[in-house]
């Protein structure tokens, strides 16, 4: 009888030994080359990861399993107790929603079958079902990380580890968590969806049970989370069958194993932690479409605004781009924005041109911020030269107040460029009622109190402020009509500009043709007498209502101051008047303005009144001395005149010719030696 026991025994000793493995160990990280039987949701991805389950199929509540597939070998032969052994694995819940997280959970299991029978999802984490839980006859060892409180099995919280024998009623749990190297304990949350580590040891010896659980970052924790004293051996049978086993309910999670090693009668070996496979990222298709498409999209579509918005302001920045030196710092507020200037111009728009003259275009504008109207002028100059002193001077000339002067509020400069802001004058340049619009004529009464406003102008100019200023350009052109019909003479100082500018020996003569004095023209030299000269020629312009010279008039009359001498001289200086005035003139006044015209245009400087005399004169409070006895002749205005127009002339580049030719004004440029 004995022997034959014996021999039984040894024949299931052989049987046994030649299908499970003794002292059995592995370690997989990743599970490309494991042979592992998988039932259920489980699968392994290509990368090598063991998904247990996954978020599409949790609704109807998924269950997976993964056993290595060889029968090991837990008891010994002789007394029927259980070896010891360790395991150690990595592990990842990844909610599809974050705030959703707990999806039941991952069991490590010992069971004598490789796969659960039978097993029901959710709760019962794919380990039993209602009807065996708890039962003995199971021989069931498992070690659950539960992320869902079920209060039939008596649960702790919804993030624990326990320890399951037979039941889901764990003989022991914990919270999730660890013990830190430096002795303090920190709590994990297994559905962060990060990796995390847990060792589960069994000492055959001692009967004891040690889970210990930590984040992939830490060193397997001294302490350990969960210790049980347990006896395994009425458990486990002889031959049993490891892996794991995993359920969800209705939240969506996505259970991974990453890496696994078990060892019988010894310490599972460490996993190399840069091998694991990479988890899927995280969410479900949509998300993934999102990040594959969407987001590169999203990041091109950004970086174009970005570009397209760094190009956008440095044109901005170029376009605005004005110059500011720290010695105008202190002109303050007579400094404008450019920006403001652009705006208020709708950007120097065509339709906003009010003029162009010799120094350059007028444009109307408002001023975005208190809606005031003003006149821009662009004044372009090519050098740096000087620009200093003229800045201090037009902000000096800014503070000129006279109701005969247009208003100079302040400037702006860029490369290359002035702007010189103007009180705008509502009515426009005086020219446009004199020749160019002929369908509105001023009468003789606003004629003349034009006259005496731009002479009172000129007056203060030459000796009523602080400093002589000196126009060098009046004409009809260059005086505006204010509201209320009122003369304003515009665009003073403004050809110091080209003085200061220019090299020292070279002066440019600056003005326009039919108002520049002679000796203006011979020295370069501009004075007050050249502005009375100027204004000589302006007070007939008024009075004859047309321009100092008209190429398309009769070969005599080329010249208006000639044409009013040749009347004056045949004794019907009245045959010059402007023909639109009609007989609705005061005779003496016109009389006294053409006379005064003529005597302003000596072509000797000394001859010529000062513009205090001018006033006098106008106001009638000084009679006005007879013409011929000052010495007036044909010679001394006219022909003087023709001598500098053809010196004038042959010296003119031919673009400026053709300025002549259409009678508009330009800048008259001759390169004479003296300087200013
Ligand atoms: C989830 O599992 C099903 C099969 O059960 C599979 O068809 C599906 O592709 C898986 N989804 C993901 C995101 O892995
Ligand atoms: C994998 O395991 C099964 C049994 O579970 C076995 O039939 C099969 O031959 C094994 N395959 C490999 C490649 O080891
Ligand atoms: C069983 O036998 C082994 C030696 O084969 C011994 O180390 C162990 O302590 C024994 N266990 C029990 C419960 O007797
Ligand atoms: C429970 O599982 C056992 C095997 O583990 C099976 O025989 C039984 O039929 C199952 N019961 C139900 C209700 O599924
Ligand atoms: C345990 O399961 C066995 C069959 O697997 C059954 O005969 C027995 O009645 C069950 N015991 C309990 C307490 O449910
Ligand atoms: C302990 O170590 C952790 C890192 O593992 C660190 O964050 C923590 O501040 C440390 N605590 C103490 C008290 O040193």
Same mark, same amino acid.
């Given at each position: 009888?004995? /022997?034959?026991?014996?021999?039984?025994?040894?024949?299931?000793?052989?049987?046994?030994?030649?299908?499970?493995?003794?002292?059995?160990?592995?370690?997989?990280?990743?599970?490309q080359s494991a042979n592992l039987t998988l039932d259920g949701a489980a699968r392994i991805r290509t990368n090598g990861l063991l998904q247990l389950t996954n978020t599409t199929d949790s609704k109807s509540g998924a269950m997976g399993h993964a056993f290595f597939p060889s029968p090991i070998n837990f008891k010994q032969t002789s007394n029927g107790s259980v070896f010891s052994?360790?395991?150690?694995?990595?592990?990842?819940?990844?909610?599809?929603?974050?705030?959703?997280?707990?999806?039941?959970?991952?069991?490590?299991?010992?069971?004598?079958?490789?796969?659960?029978?039978?097993?029901?999802?959710?709760?019962?984490?794919?380990?039993?079902?209602?009807?065996?839980?708890?039962?003995?006859?199971?021989?069931?060892?498992?070690?659950?990380?539960?992320?869902?409180?079920?209060?039939?099995?008596?649960?702790?919280?919804?993030?624990?580890?326990?320890?399951?024998?037979?039941?889901?009623?764990?003989?022991? +749990? /914990?919270?999730?968590?660890?013990?830190?190297?430096?002795?303090?304990?920190?709590?994990?949350?297994?559905?962060?969806?990060?990796?995390?580590?847990?060792?589960?040891?069994?000492?055959?010896?001692?009967?004891?049970?040690?889970?210990?659980?930590?984040?992939?970052?830490?060193?397997?924790?001294?302490?350990?989370?969960?210790?049980? /004293?347990?006896?395994?051996?009425?458990?486990?049978?002889?031959?049993?069958?490891?892996?794991?086993?995993?359920?969800?309910?209705?939240?969506?999670?996505?259970?991974?194993?990453?890496?696994?090693?078990?060892?019988?009668?010894?310490?599972?070996?460490?996993?190399?932690?840069?091998?694991?496979?990479?988890?899927?990222?995280?969410?479900?298709?949509?998300?993934?479409?999102?990040?594959?498409?969407?987001?590169?999209?999203?990041?091109?579509?950004?970086?174009?605004?970005?570009?397209?918005?760094?190009?956008?302001?440095?044109?901005?920045?170029?376009?605005?781009?004005?110059?500011?030196?720290?010695?105008?710092?202190?002109?303050?507020?007579?400094?404008?924005?450019?920006?403001?200037?652009?705006?208020?111009?709708?950007?120097?728009?065509?339709?906003?041109?009010?003029?162009?003259?010799?120094?350059? /275009?007028?444009?109307?504008?408002?001023?975005?911020?208190?809606?005031?109207?003003?006149?821009?002028?662009?004044?372009?100059?090519?050098?740096?030269?000087?620009?200093?002193?003229?800045?201090?001077?037009?902000?000096?000339?800014?503070?000129?107040?006279?109701?005969?002067?247009?208003?100079?509020?302040?400037?702006?400069?860029?490369?290359?460029?002035?702007?010189?802001?103007?009180?705008?004058?509502?009515?426009?340049?005086?020219?446009?009622?004199?020749?160019?619009?002929?369908?509105?004529?001023?009468?003789?009464?606003?004629?003349?109190?034009?006259?005496?406003?731009?002479?009172?102008?000129?007056?203060?100019?030459?000796?009523?402020?602080?400093?002589?200023?000196?126009?060098?350009?009046?004409?009809?052109?260059?005086?505006?009509?204010?509201?209320?019909?009122?003369?304003?003479?515009?665009?003073?100082?403004?050809?110091?500009?080209?003085?200061?500018?220019?090299?020292?020996?070279?002066?440019?003569?600056?003005?326009?043709?039919?108002?520049?004095?002679?000796?203006?023209?011979?020295?370069?030299?501009?004075?007050?007498?050249?502005?009375?000269?100027?204004?000589?020629?302006?007070?007939?312009?008024? +009075?004859?209502?047309?321009?100092?010279?008209?190429?398309?008039?009769?070969?005599?009359?080329?010249?208006?101051?000639?044409?009013?001498?040749?009347?004056?001289?045949?004794?019907?200086?009245?045959?010059?008047?402007?023909?639109?005035?009609?007989?609705?003139?005061?005779?003496?006044?016109?009389?006294?303005?053409?006379?005064?015209?003529?005597?302003?245009?000596?072509?000797?400087?000394? +001859?010529?009144?000062?513009?205090?005399?001018?006033?006098?004169?106008?106001?009638?409070?000084?009679?006005?001395?007879?013409?011929?006895?000052?010495?007036?002749?044909?010679?001394?205005?006219?022909?003087?005149?023709?001598?500098?127009?053809?010196?004038?002339a042959s010296s003119f580049p031919s673009s400026s010719k053709k300025a002549w030719s259409n009678s508009s004004s330009i800048i008259a440029e001759s390169v004479l030696s003296g300087g200013r």
């Amino acid at each position: 009888m004995i /022997k034959i026991i014996t021999v039984l025994v040894v024949a299931t000793h052989i049987l046994v030994g030649s299908t499970a493995l003794n002292d059995v160990g592995f370690n997989y990280a990743g599970f490309q080359s494991a042979n592992l039987t998988l039932d259920g949701a489980a699968r392994i991805r290509t990368n090598g990861l063991l998904q247990l389950t996954n978020t599409t199929d949790s609704k109807s509540g998924a269950m997976g399993h993964a056993f290595f597939p060889s029968p090991i070998n837990f008891k010994q032969t002789s007394n029927g107790s259980v070896f010891s052994f360790s395991t150690y694995f990595v592990f990842a819940m990844v909610p599809q929603f974050p705030t959703l997280a707990g999806g039941h959970g991952i069991v490590f299991v010992i069971a004598p079958t490789r796969g659960l029978p039978g097993a029901q999802s959710k709760r019962f984490l794919g380990l039993f079902n209602e009807s065996n839980n708890g039962n003995a006859t199971n021989h069931v060892f498992g070690v659950e990380l539960d992320t869902d409180e079920t209060n039939d099995f008596a649960d702790i919280n919804d993030n624990h580890v326990g320890i399951d024998i037979n039941s889901l009623r764990s003989k022991a +749990a /914990k919270p999730a968590g660890y013990q830190a190297s430096n002795g303090s304990s920190y709590d994990l949350t297994l559905t962060s969806g990060q990796p995390m580590q847990i060792w589960v040891e069994y000492n055959g010896l001692d009967k004891q049970i040690d889970v210990t659980l930590a984040p992939l970052s830490e060193a397997k924790p001294k302490s350990s989370l969960l210790t049980l /004293k347990y006896d395994l051996s009425p458990i486990l049978k002889k031959i049993m069958y490891v892996g794991f086993s995993s359920s969800t309910g209705s939240r969506p999670t996505s259970h991974y194993i990453l890496g696994w090693s078990f060892q019988m009668n010894g310490v599972a070996k460490g996993l190399d932690l840069s091998r694991l496979p990479r988890l899927p990222r995280v969410g479900s298709k949509e998300v993934s479409k999102f990040l594959k498409i969407g987001l590169p999209l999203i990041c091109i579509i950004s970086l174009s605004i970005l570009i397209l918005g760094a190009i956008y302001y440095v044109r901005r920045r170029m376009k605005f781009a004005e110059v500011v030196e720290d010695w105008e710092l202190g002109y303050g507020p007579r400094r404008f924005r450019y920006k403001d200037l652009y705006i208020a111009t709708k950007g120097f728009k065509e339709k906003e041109l009010l003029g162009a003259g010799g120094f350059g /275009k007028v444009y109307r504008g408002v001023m975005p911020k208190n809606k005031i109207q003003v006149a821009v002028k662009k004044v372009s100059h090519e050098s740096r030269q000087g620009i200093r002193e003229f800045i201090a001077e037009i902000v000096s000339i800014g503070r000129l107040r006279h109701r005969n002067l247009v208003p100079l509020l302040g400037y702006c400069r860029r490369k290359g460029e002035l702007l010189l802001v103007y009180e705008f004058m509502p009515n426009g340049s005086l020219d446009r009622f004199l020749y160019n619009q002929p369908k509105f004529t001023l009468n003789w009464n606003e004629r003349f109190r034009v006259i005496k406003g731009v002479a009172s102008g000129l007056f203060y100019l030459h000796e009523e402020w602080e400093q002589v200023v000196i126009h060098r350009d009046v004409k009809a052109s260059n005086v505006l009509l204010d509201g209320e019909m009122n003369g304003r003479l515009g665009d003073f100082g403004l050809a110091r500009l080209y003085d200061h500018g220019t090299v020292p020996q070279t002066t440019h003569v600056v003005g326009t043709l039919g108002y520049l004095a002679p000796e203006h023209n011979r020295t370069g030299k501009a004075t007050t007498s050249t502005d009375v000269y100027a204004f000589g020629a302006f007070m007939l312009e008024v +009075a004859c209502g047309r321009r100092p010279i008209e190429p398309a008039a009769p070969t005599e009359d080329v010249i208006l101051v000639d044409r009013v001498y040749s009347c004056w001289n045949r004794g019907e200086i009245l045959e010059a008047v402007d023909p639109k005035l009609g007989e609705n003139y005061v005779k003496e006044e016109v009389e006294m303005v053409l006379k005064l015209g003529l005597l302003c245009s000596h072509s000797e400087p000394l +001859a010529r009144p000062s513009m205090r005399q001018v006033v006098l004169y106008l106001e009638c409070s000084v009679e006005l001395p007879d013409l011929p006895s000052l010495g007036i002749t044909a010679t001394g205005l006219a022909f003087t005149q023709h001598d500098g127009f053809d010196d004038f002339a042959s010296s003119f580049p031919s673009s400026s010719k053709k300025a002549w030719s259409n009678s508009s004004s330009i800048i008259a440029e001759s390169v004479l030696s003296g300087g200013r």
